[in-house]
């Protein structure tokens, strides 16, 4: 992976071969293969090779409960690593990050409706929010954001920085909640411009 790469934490929890839960905390993809990086405040030392397993969270519902051995152990971060590949495709297929641009939403809203004595028609107006671009190919875009997007809703996306892009239309596939103000948005790319092929190209040199 890249080093400007978004090093993106979702909610996780650690559990021994027991099934004892050790420490709630967090996760992230690490640097080595089929790897995770398990975060919080305390956590237990281990031996180099204990076999542990970081259970990824959603809602307090258990998604997937990763089993490794610990690689690295210190009192806020533990790292797993040898962790299923088959397991670990759906945590790279969210969280992988290639990228990290800002950029902006639009979408057509219609207003209510004027009082009589004013106007009688709708106005359409624009409605824009702020999100950061983590992965990009020439099919897909995922996207963190605060403002809540519905699921099937389509919208159009400009990309600021660190390159200029507009007019990429985009539609809602998926929504995960991180259990905090943020939420990732998986999106299907509808149309777009020609200098979105370049854009994707130069990310997967950089790789």
Not at 48 to 73: F, H, P, Q
Request: net charge negative; proline share 4%; glycine share 4%.
């Amino acid at each position: 992976m890249k080093d400007n790469v978004m090093m993106i934490r979702f909610p996780a929890l650690l559990e021994d071969e027991s099934g004892q839960v050790i420490e709630y905390g967090s996760a992230e993809i690490a640097p080595e293969p089929n790897s995770l990086n398990f975060i919080s405040g305390f956590i237990p030392l281990y031996p180099m090779g204990t076999r542990i397993a970081v259970v990824w969270l959603r809602d307090d519902n258990r998604l997937e409960r990763l089993w490794g051995e610990v690689y690295l152990s210190s009192r806020s971060l533990l790292r797993v690593t040898g962790i299923d590949s088959e397991k670990m495709k759906r945590v790279y297929r969210l969280f992988y990050s290639n990228t990290k641009s800002k950029a902006s939403l639009f979408k057509p809203v219609q207003e209510k409706k004027l009082h009589r004595l004013f106007r009688r028609k709708s106005v359409v107006s624009n409605y824009r929010v702020d999100a950061t671009v983590y992965f990009m190919s020439e099919t897909e875009i995922k996207l963190l954001c605060i403002d809540p997007l519905e699921v099937d809703s389509k919208m159009v996306l400009n990309i600021e920085n660190p390159a200029e892009l507009s007019d990429i239309t985009v539609q809602i596939r998926e929504v995960f909640d991180f259990g905090n103000i943020v939420k990732a948005y998986l999106c299907d790319i509808i149309s777009s411009p020609s200098e979105l092929s370049s854009f994707v190209a130069s990310l997967d040199e950089e790789e």
